[in-house]
């Protein structure tokens, strides 16, 4: 039933990923979170048709992983909110980004009823307190910790972290969208996705020289989050 009705978005639209994206999302949350990313890849050729996922590639990425959600740890310790908000948004992105580099987004999507029901709050932790972040920082990092066990030579590799990404999506998606005005959350990310759609393709020593990372050109400008009051709102 799913690879139908993948098969029937597909055949009825464009050749271009972003544009089946926001056929399969149906909601504008859901295309801001999934088509941000898309349309940032789509940009600069990283698609999972131009080039093969690689298990250099999946070690990147669980390092782009890693160090969001250290960076989420460290806003956690300084009870820094902005920061909080900015590292599960990038966590998000990245986790989105690999399962579109590994060509299982469509299915990602499709289960998004379980992305946006999947409620933090029936974990019983109801309060934006310390103990609450901690809690979803060690979820996050607790499948994170998983995925890096994976060996990509695995018959089951792409089912397995197909599985994980899931999860870690889903736990994104149900902090955001349950704690945030929809309408804000969107502009949010949306001004993430621009600022990196002006970034180039380079490598960065400290993400292990990656030769397909996304890196920020000289004059890059970092995005601003100027009459948006969702940064009060935690």
Same mark, same amino acid.
């Given at each position: 039933?799913?690879?139908?009705?993948?098969?029937?978005?597909? !055949?009825?639209?464009?050749?271009?990923?972003?544009? =089946?994206?926001l056929?399969?999302c149906?909601?504008?949350l859901l295309?801001?979170?999934?088509?941000?990313?898309?349309k940032?890849? &789509?940009?600069?050729?990283?698609?999972?048709?131009? =080039?093969?996922?690689?298990?250099?590639?999946h070690?990147f990425?669980?390092k782009?992983?890693?160090?969001?959600?250290?960076?989420?740890n460290?806003? /956690?310790v300084?009870?820094?909110?902005?920061?909080?908000?900015d590292?599960?948004?990038d !966590?998000?992105?990245f986790?989105?980004?690999?399962?579109?580099?590994?060509?299982t987004?469509?299915?990602?999507? #499709?289960?998004?009823?379980?992305?946006?029901?999947?409620?933090?709050?029936? #974990?019983?932790?109801?309060?934006?307190? &310390?103990?609450?972040?901690?809690?979803l920082?060690?979820?996050?990092?607790?499948?994170?910790?998983e995925? %890096? !066990?994976?060996?990509?030579?695995d018959?089951?590799?792409?089912?397995?972290?197909?599985? /994980?990404?899931?999860?870690v999506?889903?736990?994104?998606?149900?902090?955001? %969208?349950?704690?945030?005005?929809?309408?804000? =959350?969107?502009?949010?990310?949306?001004?993430? !996705?621009?600022?990196?759609l002006?970034?180039e393709?380079?490598?960065?020593?400290?993400?292990?020289?990656? &030769?397909?990372?996304?890196?920020?050109?000289?004059?890059?400008?970092?995005?601003?989050f100027?009459?948006?009051?969702?940064n009060?709102?935690?």
């Open positions: 039933q799913v690879k139908s009705e993948i098969n029937n978005i597909i !055949t009825s639209s464009s050749d271009s990923d972003y544009d =089946i994206a056929l399969i149906k909601n504008p295309n801001s979170f999934f088509g941000g990313p898309i940032v890849y &789509e940009k600069f050729g990283l698609t999972p048709s131009k =080039i093969d996922y690689s298990e250099k590639e070690e990425r669980i782009c992983l890693y160090e969001e959600i250290n960076e989420l460290d806003a /956690i300084a009870n820094d909110h902005n920061e909080i908000i590292a599960i948004c !966590t998000l992105v986790a989105i980004g690999t399962t579109y580099r590994m060509d987004w469509q299915n990602t999507i #499709l289960s998004h009823p379980y992305h946006i029901n999947k409620s933090l709050y029936d #974990l019983a932790f109801v309060n934006n307190d &310390e103990a609450f972040y901690r809690t920082e060690y979820m996050l990092r607790a499948n994170i910790d995925l %890096s !066990t994976v060996k990509f030579d018959s089951m590799f792409y089912e397995i972290v197909y599985d /994980i990404l899931k999860e999506i889903s736990l994104s998606i149900a902090y955001l %969208s349950n704690t945030y005005d929809h309408a804000e =959350i969107i502009e949010y990310y949306d001004r993430i !996705t621009n600022a990196n002006s970034k393709i380079g490598s960065l020593t400290k993400r292990g020289s990656f &030769e397909i990372d996304l890196v920020k050109p000289t004059g890059w400008k970092a995005p601003t100027d009459g948006l009051s969702i009060q709102q935690i």
